[in-house]
């Protein structure tokens, strides 16, 4: 299941420092069937200790991580949704991903020039938020004239699809983010064909740095009105020193939580961001495990039984009888599958059963 996060922001914020901190912890791609991936791309292993000791209880040949998708795209500047900078390559690189990841300055550096002189995060936000939304109005002002002409003919179809392009119209002209107007289950798939950037999830990057002045730590006004905007707009954000998380990467595992402490970094920034895409993309593992290997796999929340065996092939979904689930947990603390099934732990399940985070699966076909 290749899921993708785009990493946008100003020049000058981190950007292409927290995309070297994130490759250098890529998985193989082999193990991927994702397309071939360019410099750009980094393919990254989903952190999961629930995956390790698994894979250690089945003492597996093989561990294979869940993995996501981020793309380092060009740099915006005011101005993007009309050509100026890369605005044209940013925008149609950004269409192609599932979530965006915003990386946002929250350090005062006089040796590194912000775009706009003065640190200003939510100023910051503010102006590739805009971007993003001209872009999105100028393609819904052009689907909605050709979409109404079809709606007057009686099109049942243009005629629900320009109800839900009237919605979305209004939030775009006043400065919104299209995600901001509620969509339900039913008018979602008419709209996903213009590729919509701002109605894509959006975590919000913090990216401080150690030996400055941060943003979080002053705790003054521009902090206060960062906090304001997430609570507003139930935004998620993360917070990051990525050169020190890039820094990081070249020290041994075994001193690497020491140095941590050290700078007073309360935990792995890279980890927490990883976990925070998956999480953004409604995402959640499964597991299925023995002595050839253990893997993690990557379903959408609420997915069926049959929807995550297409994970691992789509004859798996059509062919499906049955599956043999256990927690994680119990599966441990029962110490293998055979002693597992004899106390009774493991449930046998039908098409109807919702996985949940951390089932062990065995699908019957």
């Known amino acids: 299941m290749a899921l993708s996060v785009g990493i946008v922001g100003l020049p000058n914020v981190g950007k292409s420092t927290l995309f070297t901190a994130l490759t250098q912890k890529s998985v193989l791609i082999a193990n991927y069937p994702f397309a071939t991936i360019d410099p750009s791309v ?44 890369l605005g044209n390559k940013f925008l149609s ?91 339900s289950a039913e008018e979602q798939p008419l709209i996903k064909g213009l590729h919509l950037l701002t109605i894509k999830p959006i975590l919000y990057v913090l990216n401080r740095k150690n030996g400055a002045v941060n943003v979080d730590a002053e705790k003054g006004e521009r902090w206060r009105e960062l906090q304001k905007f997430f609570e507003d707009n139930n935004a998620q954000y993360v917070i990051v020193d990525a050169g020190t998380e890039l820094e990081l990467n070249d020290v041994h595992d075994d001193e690497r939580d020491q140095f941590r402490r050290d700078l007073g970094l309360a935990e792995n920034g890279i980890n927490a961001l990883i976990r925070a895409g998956y999480n953004l993309l409604n995402l959640m593992s499964y597991f299925t495990t023995g002595e050839d290997e253990t893997r993690a796999w990557t379903v959408k929340r609420d997915s069926t039984a049959p929807e995550a065996a297409a994970a691992i092939h789509t004859d798996f979904q059509q062919k499906f009888i049955r599956a043999d689930v256990i927690n994680w947990e119990k599966l441990l603390g029962a110490g293998s599958w055979v002693t597992a099934r004899e106390k009774g732990l493991v449930r046998t399940e039908g098409k109807e059963y919702i996985v949940q985070d951390g089932d062990v699966m065995e699908f019957k076909i």
């Open 42 to 85: 980094g393919v990254v292993a989903v952190p999961d200790p629930r995956l390790m000791r698994l894979s250690e209880m089945s003492t597996s040949k093989k561990t294979i991580p869940a993995a996501v998708e981020f793309v380092d795209i060009a740099g915006l500047v005011k101005g993007a949704s009309e050509g100026e900078g």
């Open 93 to 183: 690189t950004i269409r192609e991903v599932d979530a965006i990841a915003e990386v946002v300055r929250i350090f005062d550096d006089e040796d590194v020039m912000h775009v706009h002189r003065d640190v200003d995060p939510r100023h910051d936000i503010e102006i590739i938020n805009l971007e993003l939304v001209l872009a999105d109005l100028e393609t819904v002002r052009k689907r909605a004239d050709r979409v109404e002409r079809d709606a007057r003919s009686g099109d049942k179809v243009a005629i629900a699809e320009a109800a839900v392009l009237k919605r979305i119209l209004p939030a775009l002209e006043s400065g919104r983010l299209a995600q901001s107007v509620t969509l």
